[in-house]
């Protein structure tokens, strides 16, 4: 039901490099608008993860990266940690729809 | 360090009016910047309500544009959600947030309230 299309769950362990993707279509990511991704803890504020495709705002750890390639995005994590294990969304804009989401990824460390 | 917080009831009835207020320290809101709402729901995951700037120009997801307003009170710092006719499918934990715009017009969340669960019932 969600516009952008994430995978529902994934796992890797410590240590670990983990890539979750975000796909789109021409209307939103193919026609050039930028991705972002949020982390969701239970019970704490969201957090921007990563803005602009691959920008981290201060304080983000440089073991988070994204990318952006045609219609589709990624959010790597290498290194994963305890403390990695969250939902992560994506997000981007569609000038029909305004601000769109993926339906988020629960990431669970092994 | 800016800090958004969520204030409203915990249930609405159905085909009522779910009210909420953000309030924002660390930071004016007239200074500038979009503030907004966002929603999650087990169904639905994330959904963008609207945002609005605080001159009170605002934009709505269009699914909701019917049932929405989004105001500013920048001599409180605030600003607010009104949403009418309000159904089960409502119910979902609400965030206020702050919106970092680019050229082209999409923007993104750089800083979020905790959320506030909301439950529509009869």
């Known amino acids: 039901q969600s516009v952008l299309t994430q995978p529902p769950s994934m796992s890797g362990a410590p240590g670990q490099r983990v890539t979750i993707s975000c796909t789109g279509s021409s209307s939103d990511i193919g026609a050039g608008y930028d991705v972002h991704w949020y982390q969701l803890l239970p019970g704490t504020a969201p957090k921007l993860l990563i803005f602009g495709n691959n920008n981290r705002p201060s304080g983000v750890p440089a073991r988070f990266s994204g990318s952006k390639s045609g219609t589709s995005a990624s959010l790597a994590i290498t290194g994963l940690q305890s403390e990695d294990e969250a939902y992560y969304y994506c997000q981007s804009f569609d000038s029909n729809l305004g601000g769109v989401f993926g339906g988020g990824t629960k990431l669970t460390v092994l | 360090q800016i800090h958004l917080q969520e204030a409203g009831p915990g249930l609405v009835k159905t085909s009522e009016t779910l009210s909420l207020t953000c309030s924002v320290s660390?930071?004016?809101?007239?200074?500038?910047?979009?503030w907004g709402w966002v929603r999650r729901s087990p169904g639905r995951g994330l959904q963008w309500i609207g945002s609005?700037?605080?001159?009170?120009?605002?934009y709505y997801n269009p699914s909701l544009k019917s049932r929405v307003a989004l105001s500013v009170d920048t001599t409180k710092n605030q600003f607010s959600l009104r949403l009418t006719s309000v159904t089960a499918a409502d119910t979902a934990v609400y965030y206020c947030?702050?919106?970092?715009?680019?050229?082209?017009?999409?923007?993104?969340?750089?800083?979020w309230g905790q959320g506030t669960q909301v439950t529509a019932s009869s």
């Open positions: 947030a702050r919106l970092s715009y680019d050229r082209r017009g999409s923007f993104w969340f750089d800083s």
């Open positions: 660390g930071y004016s809101i007239s200074t500038g910047y979009y």
């Open positions: 609005v700037f605080h001159r009170g120009t605002s």
